[in-house]
């Protein structure tokens, strides 16, 4: 009796020393990970902004005066000349390369007036003679812009994303009417009774080549949403600003007679992105 249950004891043991030595020789269990997929920065994109020109300048704003007596032309320049026109807007549509490259074609729209002053010691027209003559200007303009943009977006921290970005295109500049009112200044003669003399003069438009550079920084306010501060430099070339009037025209006057400088444009610009991955 006590025989057969030591062999039995040992049958027992040796089986489970066979099953330990089977479990060794057996592969590890196989463990399923959840893929995880990363979605790189690439699709087309829409953008909408608007800015506001904390400085905005012109050079020197120029004409040509007409003295139909001789049919000669005189140069001259406005002794002060003040543009305005803070705020701007625009939309574009762009495409983002991978995480670096980006570029967009942009549409821009912003208006402004002018106001300039000019004296002379010649009197003003059907003055007395030995009076001069000191004229105020004053107009307004329109402004279209169509630009390539290019950007480099320079890694993405705590969810924010600064860039650089340069512009390239063209500005069409659209000019109103300038009316000019010209009032008699004392000289050699006093001007007693000369009454103001008011003259229009009809505005011009053409296409200005314009460059740009930019810098800001973008966040992911929302899936797909970006909004984007930033700063923006624009230079736009200078143009034809206003033609003869009727009389000049009329006397044998041609061509263009006033020309604006080159502007340029420091503005902050706040806009929305949205993108499409």
Request: charged share 15%; hydrophobic share 40%; net charge negative.
């Amino acid at each position: 009796m006590i025989r057969f249950d030591a062999l039995a004891l040992a049958a027992a043991m040796a089986g489970a020393s066979a099953n330990v030595a089977l479990a060794g020789d057996a592969p590890p269990p196989e463990i399923k990970m959840p893929e995880v997929s990363v979605q790189a920065a690439k699709g087309w994109y829409v953008r909408g902004d608007v800015g506001y020109a904390v400085n905005a300048s012109r050079s020197d704003t120029t004409f040509r005066a007409y003295d139909p007596a001789g049919g000669d032309y005189d140069s001259g320049h406005f002794d002060s000349n003040r543009f305005g026109g803070d705020f701007s807007g625009g939309l574009g549509i762009g495409y983002q390369f991978n995480d670096l490259f980006r570029a967009d074609v942009s549409g821009d729209f912003f208006t402004g007036d002018f106001n300039g002053r000019v004296s002379s010691d010649s009197s003003c027209s059907g003055g007395a003679g030995g009076t001069g003559c000191s004229t105020k200007a004053r107009s307004s303009f329109k402004a279209g812009s169509l630009m390539v943009n290019g950007y480099v977006d320079l890694g993405t921290v705590a969810g924010f994303t600064p860039y650089v970005g340069a512009g390239l295109g063209a500005t069409h500049v659209s000019w109103s009417s300038v009316n000019a009112v010209g009032s008699c200044v004392d000289g050699i003669s006093g001007c007693a009774g000369a009454a103001s003399v008011s003259t229009r003069y009809p505005g011009e438009s053409d296409w200005r080549m314009t460059y740009a550079l930019m810098a800001g920084v973008a966040y992911e306010i929302a899936p797909n949403v970006k909004v984007d501060l930033g700063y923006r430099f624009s230079h736009i070339a200078g143009g034809d600003m206003f033609g003869y009037s009727a009389a000049d025209s009329a006397a044998g006057a041609g061509g263009t007679m006033g020309r604006d400088g080159a502007l340029s444009r420091h503005e902050i610009r706040v806009g929305l992105r949205i993108t499409t991955w």
